[in-house]
């Protein structure tokens, strides 16, 4: 349990989150599904930075494990891959999804390969987006500092973080990811200072810690490292990054707002990546370094300073959480409700997204809550998903490279099929430990993509003009 000040810091900012939030709440200008859902398409560079930073960067907890745990390497499995596909969609990505003036992947995949791929597409859509490992880390912080049963904890700060959204749709998910973005960044500023000022410089961690936290690989050997560039192409399907691509207010916004964001996310993996390091080096017997960082605050920030650093540990959380549940309510709202009951009438959208949200809240409580896993809910749901949307996805905006749209569904059912039936080898085959031929599910699940997209090519390509 946090001391009184501390714990008022934290209210107050939930309060303040909450008040800005539902600000918009019944306006006449959140009213049509386009205000509702991309704020009427008039996002400007810096708030487009600020809500693309914060919302990819929900797993801090995980990061602080992985980063006390393995060292420098953190910047490789959870920075690297993800910069360099971050800019592959910057250059090749951004500017054409930004010209179709859609609102959700489902969408484009119904305006090039039509209704059967497009609901496939949504149902994967749904399963990425599905909130329930970051609820999971809300809960796991709800608990630390209030001493409330985890369940409980989950349910409070998933109802929360969907109370506003639901108020105030994509608006309320910017002006509070604003907030979050100055929140996450002073708090991990502040709290390496503090370090530095007590613990000292490079040389003190050099001596303090195992020589392999300073070895590029943190001793997981390169093929481990290797595999976190292809987990990372998952990136060119992140929904977070269409969203905001269909609601930049034009073209020059996204290529270099999403440039931009790469340098704050190379900044912010500096101060993460060395708060896990000063963790490990100061308190290197902890039980459970997932809480890494919220030790080490306690050991080093004085009253105030602690509950602000807590804050912006609740910021960095909660930015993904409201961003990923209102992506998770379009698909079912928009993508399936209305399109299914109702797509004649795009001002019932809106009704549509808000059952969404309440269908999005069930569902990441409910796995967040049986899951208990953080890594293991993103890497089955990731898994499953990423083999399913990349290549029809990313093929869809070219003319060239695009598949048939027949193929493009057998595609989207094989990856995911594949890479489920294959995550199931490793309770077949409970003696091994691992998957079989110790190969993970997301990379024969790309396999098998792969040979049908090359196959649709080559037979293509034979196919009478």
Same mark, same amino acid.
């Given at each position: 349990?946090?001391?009184?000040?501390?714990?008022?810091?934290?209210?107050?900012?939930?309060?303040?989150?909450?008040? +800005?939030?539902?600000?918009?709440?019944?306006?006449?200008?959140?009213?049509?599904?386009?205000?509702?859902?991309?704020?009427?398409?008039?996002?400007?560079? $810096?708030?487009?930075?600020?809500?693309?930073?914060?919302?990819?960067?929900? =797993?801090?907890?995980?990061?602080?494990?992985? @980063?006390?745990?393995?060292?420098?390497?953190?910047?490789?499995?959870?920075?690297?891959?993800?910069?360099?596909?971050?800019?592959?969609?910057? %250059?090749?990505?951004?500017?054409?999804?930004?010209?179709?003036?859609?609102?959700?992947?489902?969408?484009?995949?119904?305006?090039?390969?039509?209704?059967?791929?497009?609901?496939? =597409?949504?149902?994967?859509?749904?399963?990425?987006?599905?909130?329930?490992?970051?609820?999971?880390?809300?809960?796991?912080?709800?608990?630390?500092?209030?001493?409330?049963?985890?369940?409980?904890?989950?349910?409070?700060?998933?109802?929360?973080?969907?109370? *506003?959204?639901?108020?105030?749709?994509?608006?309320?998910?910017?002006?509070?990811?604003?907030?979050?973005?100055?929140?996450?960044?002073?708090?991990?500023?502040?709290?390496?200072?503090?370090?530095?000022?007590?613990?000292?410089?490079?040389?003190?961690?050099?001596?303090?810690?195992?020589?392999?936290?300073?070895?590029?690989?943190? =001793?997981?050997?390169?093929?481990?490292?290797?595999?976190?560039?292809?987990?990372? +192409?998952?990136?060119?399907?992140?929904?977070?990054?269409?969203?905001?691509?269909?609601?930049?207010?034009?073209?020059?916004?996204?290529?270099?707002?999403?440039?931009?964001?790469?340098?704050?996310?190379?900044?912010?993996?500096?101060?993460?990546?060395?708060?896990?390091?000063?963790?490990?080096? @100061?308190?290197?017997?902890?039980?459970?370094?997932?809480?890494?960082? %919220?030790?080490?605050?306690?050991?080093?920030?004085?009253?105030?300073?602690?509950?602000?650093?807590?804050?912006?540990?609740?910021?960095?959380?909660?930015?993904?959480?409201?961003?990923?549940?209102?992506?998770?309510?379009?698909?079912?709202?928009?993508? *399936?409700?209305?399109?299914?009951?109702?797509?004649?009438?795009?001002?019932?959208?809106?009704?549509? /997204?808000?059952?969404?949200?309440?269908?999005?809240?069930?569902?990441?409580?409910?796995?967040?809550?049986?899951?208990?896993?953080?890594?293991?809910?993103?890497?089955?749901?990731?898994?499953?998903?990423? $083999?399913?949307?990349?290549?029809?996805?990313?093929?869809?905006?070219?003319?060239?490279?695009?598949?048939?749209?027949?193929?493009?569904?057998?595609?989207?059912?094989?990856?995911?099929?594949?890479?489920? %039936?294959?995550?199931?080898?490793?309770?077949?085959? $409970?003696?091994? =430990?691992?998957?079989?031929?110790?190969?993970?599910?997301?990379?024969?699940?790309?396999?098998? /993509?792969?040979?049908? *997209?090359?196959?649709?090519?080559?037979?293509?390509?034979?196919?009478?003009?």
């Amino acid at each position: 349990m946090l001391p009184f000040i501390d714990t008022t810091i934290v209210i107050i900012y939930i309060v303040f989150v909450f008040y +800005l939030g539902i600000k918009h709440y019944g306006k006449k200008e959140d009213q049509s599904a386009s205000d509702f859902l991309l704020g009427g398409r008039r996002l400007t560079l $810096p708030a487009f930075v600020a809500t693309l930073v914060t919302t990819w960067y929900g =797993g801090i907890l995980g990061v602080g494990e992985f @980063s006390y745990r393995y060292g420098i390497s953190n910047w490789l499995v959870f920075g690297v891959p993800y910069y360099v596909s971050a800019i592959i969609f910057a %250059l090749f990505i951004a500017k054409k999804a930004q010209r179709q003036s859609l609102y959700t992947i489902p969408q484009q995949l119904d305006r090039v390969y039509g209704r059967t791929p497009s609901l496939l =597409g949504a149902f994967f859509v749904f399963i990425y987006t599905t909130p329930a490992a970051y609820i999971l880390m809300l809960g796991v912080l709800l608990q630390f500092f209030f001493n409330w049963p985890l369940w409980l904890s989950i349910i409070i700060g998933a109802l929360f973080s969907m109370i *506003y959204v639901y108020a105030g749709g994509f608006r309320s998910v910017v002006k509070t990811d604003i907030l979050q973005f100055v929140l996450m960044f002073s708090g991990f500023l502040m709290i390496l200072i503090f370090c530095v000022i007590k613990f000292g410089g490079l040389q003190y961690l050099k001596e303090t810690l195992p020589a392999r936290h300073f070895i590029w690989h943190g =001793g997981q050997g390169a093929g481990y490292i290797i595999m976190w560039f292809f987990i990372a +192409l998952s990136t060119l399907t992140e929904p977070a990054f269409y969203q905001r691509c269909f609601a930049a207010k034009d073209e020059s916004v996204v290529k270099k707002g999403i440039l931009v964001s790469v340098i704050f996310w190379i900044c912010f993996d500096f101060l993460t990546t060395f708060t896990g390091l000063y963790a490990r080096a @100061s308190l290197p017997n902890l039980a459970n370094p997932v809480s890494s960082y %919220l030790d080490l605050a306690n050991a080093v920030l004085p009253p105030v300073l602690l509950g602000l650093f807590f804050t912006g540990l609740i910021a960095t959380i909660m930015s993904t959480v409201d961003s990923y549940s209102l992506l998770a309510a379009m698909t079912i709202g928009r993508d *399936y409700l209305w399109r299914l009951i109702d797509n004649k009438d795009e001002t019932r959208i809106q009704f549509y /997204t808000r059952i969404g949200l309440i269908i999005s809240a069930v569902a990441g409580i409910i796995i967040a809550i049986f899951g208990q896993s953080v890594v293991t809910i993103w890497k089955e749901l990731g898994s499953i998903s990423t $083999p399913a949307l990349l290549i029809p996805v990313i093929s869809s905006f070219s003319k060239k490279w695009r598949m048939r749209p027949r193929n493009a569904g057998l595609t989207i059912v094989m990856g995911a099929a594949v890479s489920f %039936l294959w995550s199931l080898t490793k309770t077949v085959f $409970p003696g091994q =430990g691992n998957y079989l031929f110790q190969l993970e599910p997301i990379y024969p699940g790309l396999l098998i /993509t792969v040979l049908i *997209y090359l196959a649709d090519k080559i037979l293509l390509s034979k196919s009478p003009k």
